[in-house]
């Protein structure tokens, strides 16, 4: 398939449309700029770009926190922490072998973000799972290469 403009477009509108806020507590969003000095960006997906398994290999994405300190710009100074692991292994949808957070090296990995948590003004918390982490219907390539 042919990707166009028009293809993007409404990819971009689906996306828009998708999101959705559970609640805005104290009319927080949208955010003001000048509020905060340093925000803190955590999380397990927010320093890679994570499409999933059914969008191929488009070679190009912005992360969470790439966008983050993008739209801030200068004037703020963006934190980031992991927070933990997912999966060990690399999110690859490809891959047969998925490899778990570790338990004991996830503590550490929290500890160090709520370091850089109580540092911030704001907390931007990226969540959910990985490429490796939602595979429904997945069986192992060795078995649907041998058909």
Same mark, same amino acid.
Not at 4 to 20: C, K, M, P, S, Y
Not at 89 to 95: I, K
């Given at each position: 398939?042919?990707?166009? &403009? @028009?293809? =993007?477009? *409404?990819? #971009? =509108?689906?996306? !828009? @449309?998708?999101?959705? *806020?559970?609640? $805005? =507590? /104290? $009319? *927080? #969003?949208? *955010? @003001?700029?000048?509020?905060? =000095?340093?925000?803190? &960006?955590? /999380?397990? $997906?927010?320093? %890679? &770009? !994570? #499409?999933g398994g059914y969008s191929n290999k488009p070679g190009r994405g912005v992360s969470v926190l790439d966008g983050i300190k993008a739209e801030l710009g200068p004037g703020s100074q963006v934190l980031y922490a992991e927070g933990c692991k997912i999966t060990e292994? #690399?999110? %690859?949808? %490809?891959?047969d072998k998925v490899v778990l957070g570790d338990a004991t090296l996830n503590l550490k990995r929290i500890d160090e973000a709520t370091k850089v948590a109580k540092k911030a003004d704001l907390v931007i918390l990226i969540l959910g799972g990985n490429e490796q982490s939602s595979r429904e219907a997945w069986a192992k390539k060795s078995s649907w290469r041998s058909r």
């Open positions: 398939m042919r990707k166009t &403009v @028009e293809h =993007q477009r *409404l990819a #971009l =509108q689906a996306a !828009h @449309e998708a999101i959705i *806020l559970l609640k $805005n =507590q /104290g $009319n *927080l #969003l949208p *955010l @003001e700029k000048s509020k905060y =000095q340093r925000i803190a &960006v955590i /999380g397990p $997906n927010a320093a %890679d &770009v !994570h #499409l292994s #690399l999110p %690859d949808w %490809d891959a």
